[in-house]
């Protein structure tokens, strides 16, 4: 099975759990109901941006459309690129990695996640611009940058590829 139908098929087990229709999580998550039908149906491949509004909608972390794959995915936005490293569940939130390339000359704003998220970038090389939209910093190689993820935020690389560890927390 590829990853398009993997997260297809998690992104309707998880909708289903939670005893909610196609047309409600498409209402909420400011998704079409047909681009969410092929998504599920595997017919479509998942983009960063898409897979953030629907697990916002449904009120669970991201990693929690990409567990269980096989190896890990590498799932691309606008301007970004992630491959999940890790997720961590404590009693009171939790907390993934993901390694990231932001393309150079880019620019990705994300919508707001749920209450309380917050993000963390450390750079590894190259210079980010990052943060809330309201506030966005310059974050260079071995600097690390922190912002509320429940507010829109924006990646950009404004001078070349960079590279980049990301840590989201989820409160529980």
Do not use: C
């Amino acid at each position: 099975m590829d990853l398009a139908a993997r997260v297809g098929l998690r992104v309707r087990e998880l909708r289903e759990v939670q005893g909610m229709s196609l047309s409600e999580l498409a209402r909420r998550s400011s998704i079409g109901k047909g681009t969410l039908s092929e998504l599920e149906g595997g017919r479509r491949n998942p983009t960063l941006e898409t897979l953030y509004a629907l697990t916002t909608a449904l009120g669970v972390p991201l990693s929690a459309a990409l567990l269980d794959l096989a190896s890990p995915a590498t799932i691309s936005g606008d301007a970004v690129d992630a491959v999940l490293v890790e997720r961590f569940e404590a009693d009171d939130a939790v907390s993934e990695t993901y390694r990231v390339r932001i393309r150079g000359g880019t620019r990705q704003e994300s919508a707001a996640h749920t209450a309380g998220t917050t993000e963390h970038l450390v750079v590894l090389a190259g210079t980010a611009r990052a943060g809330a939209l309201s506030a966005p910093v310059l974050i260079r190689p071995g600097m690390h940058g922190s912002w509320p993820a429940d507010v829109p935020h924006l990646y950009e690389a404004p001078s070349g590829d960079v590279e980049a560890l990301l840590i989201v927390r989820y409160p529980q």
